[in-house]
């Protein structure tokens, strides 16, 4: 699934078609009983770019009109890229039902972010909150400011997809870039490569062939298992 069909490519079909093979393998993977279909409209997503002077991602709009998560705190372990590693890692993403859910998320973040030094609303112009990183390390967030056609994978300070964690509560000194922006520590390049990386389990085989076990949802699924991978590393 890494290849864009370039026939859908020029007319932006590849973003859908894409979104739907990922959230149909993590169907088939067990994360999801069934799909729910999106109830998002394009509007909707014009009208919360034009309040919020964004533009968001052709590949994230088609994300949030195709299907939605299954719970508004959607957990998923996969086998990501992580710290200089492949391993085990949680995330949570958020379910946004509809364009409100997503402003509300918005509105509490840029409401709360004053919490973490001496840093405030218009700092954020550049996040869009999607889910927590670790599921319970700290917020996940598109950065705006690191365009996805500019995204170099072996330039993590291109990545768009950043995190802040929750235990440091000094981003002014941390997070805060020459450009008024606050800049999390990177995650992963992009939207399409975490969709890879969870949905799809694209990195699966690699972790498989370096640790001579199979990967699948019940272990991946399982607190023992995972853990004695973090406790030992299977060294």
Known sequence: MGEKNSAAEGNGMWEKEFVEKAFQRCLERGWMKELIPSAITEQEIADFEEKYQVKLPSLFKAYLTTYRLPESDFEICGIADHAGEISPLWLMLCGYANMKDLAEAVEGFRGDVDLYGDVTAKNCGNIIPIGDWGAGWG?????????????????????????????????????????????????????????????????????????????SYERLNNEEFCDSYWDDKWK
């Open 139 to 215: 917020p996940l967030y598109l950065d705006l400011a690191k365009p996805e056609e500019l995204v170099d994978e072996e330039d993590e300070s291109t990545w768009a997809l950043r995190w802040f964690d929750h235990e440091e509560f000094h981003w002014d000194e941390y997070y805060l870039g020459k450009d008024g922006l606050l800049h999390g520590t990177p995650a992963a390049p992009d939207l399409k490569t975490l969709l890879e990386w969870y949905f799809c389990g694209s990195l699966e085989p690699e972790f498989e062939e370096e640790y001579q076990v199979k990967v």
